[in-house]
């Protein structure tokens, strides 16, 4: 068993690392103050080759793995969180199109992913259907050559400044789940508009929008992999889905004790630094034991996946404990920095306000909890 990335996994991290650290960092409390999609970052991203990690060359990927995109991953939510959420979001297109594209599809909408120069998004979510995928109602209904799309989706990520959407829709509304399919629907399209951006508690650069569908005519080319098949498309997709956001909870969690530390070391009380109290002591003590066991979780769920091994049981694990993690040590975090950590002069305050999102987004604790539990009993 080795623990060891190797050293062009190694490269790859320390790269991220120090872009993330010497660009993205410094204006982390802008981006969320200001509410900016953080158009740069992605552009930067997109300049070292970091945004189709494991999509092949060919393709315009760098043709790593999906330990490798998690480590790079994880150095852009210690240092962004937006930034990483954007990143991982994105995976949410691009992998469903590595999986189940036909080589036109994946030429034309794959490529300009992978090399950075288009942003993709991923919907599923209805006012109606949040974890009940089989329950959406967004239709879509052949007409000769082409799909005519019908409804409303909500919370997606990325929308609105993503130019690729994966987008489920109901071709035969009477099979429930298996009359689900998967759909690629450019912006700008006829008939497809943006509504609402949700006005959300944190992550206000992050854009979470309605998609629109009125008589949105679409070729009939750009069904993405088979007609009633996109329930499976939906599913594989979020079991990888669940390592971004585990990956994401991650750094997050790390950025936190971070700055508990640094904290902890500087804040005078009773004469000598507050890190010499045995109860701050053991509160950083338990945030790094339980980081490390969520990183290495996820960490061991990508790797699974790049052998081809089953690995989603590990992935919801993975997704389930990282997230909890992570609002556990941002609020030893808050608690550690006292009455500074709820001002917005700490970041703390800010990663608190960002860490429960993870806990509720891509399959909330409590379906993570029924996933594992069908594992199990299987």
Request: charged share 25%; hydrophobic share 40%.
């Amino acid at each position: 068993m080795n623990f060891n990335l190797t050293e062009d996994q190694e490269l790859i991290r320390k790269t991220a690392q120090e872009i993330c650290q010497e660009e993205f960092a410094p204006k982390a409390n802008e981006v969320d103050e200001k509410g900016e999609f953080p158009i740069e970052n992605i552009q930067k991203l997109a300049q070292y080759d970091l945004m189709g990690i494991p999509v092949s060359e060919e393709y315009g990927g760098l043709g790593y793995d999906f330990v490798t995109w998690s480590v790079v991953g994880e150095e852009i939510s210690i240092a962004c969180t937006t930034t990483g959420a954007i990143f991982g979001a994105n995976m949410l297109c691009i992998y469903p199109l590595m999986l189940f594209g036909n080589d036109d599809q994946k030429e034309k909408y794959l490529t300009p992913l992978a090399k950075g120069e288009k942003i993709g998004a991923f919907a599923i979510t209805e006012p109606n259907a949040g974890s009940d995928v089989g329950s959406i109602r967004t239709d879509a209904v052949k007409d000769g050559d082409s799909y005519i799309l019908n409804g409303t989706k909500v919370f997606i990520t990325n929308a609105g400044e993503a130019d690729i959407y994966v987008i489920l829709a109901k071709t035969n509304k009477e099979r429930g789940a298996r009359g689900i399919s998967a759909f690629i629907v450019e912006k700008g399209t006829p008939g497809f508009t943006f509504g609402k951006n949700e006005n959300k508690m944190a992550f206000k650069a992050l854009p979470n929008r309605e998609l629109i569908f009125e008589d949105c005519k679409i070729p009939a080319e750009n069904l993405l992999y088979k007609d009633g098949r996109g329930f499976r498309v939906a599913m594989q997709t979020l079991d990888v889905g669940r390592i971004g956001m585990g990956i994401g909870a991650v750094g997050l969690a790390k950025a936190a004790l971070k700055e508990a530390i640094k904290y902890a070391k500087s804040r005078i009380q009773f004469e000598k630094p507050i890190a010499s109290f045995q109860a701050i002591q053991f509160m950083l003590a338990d945030m790094a034991t339980e980081i490390e066991a969520a990183r290495l979780l996820i960490l061991k769920a990508a790797f699974l996946k790049d052998r081809g091994q089953k690995f989603e049981d590990i992935a919801a694990m993975g997704k389930l404990y990282a997230s909890e993690v992570a609002m556990r040590v941002v609020n030893k975090a808050v608690q550690i920095h006292g009455g500074y950590g709820y001002s917005k002069e700490y970041p703390v305050e800010r990663y608190f306000r960002e860490a429960k999102l993870f806990e509720i987004v891509e399959g909330t604790s409590e379906i993570q909890r029924s996933v594992i539990a069908n594992y199990v009993l299987k």
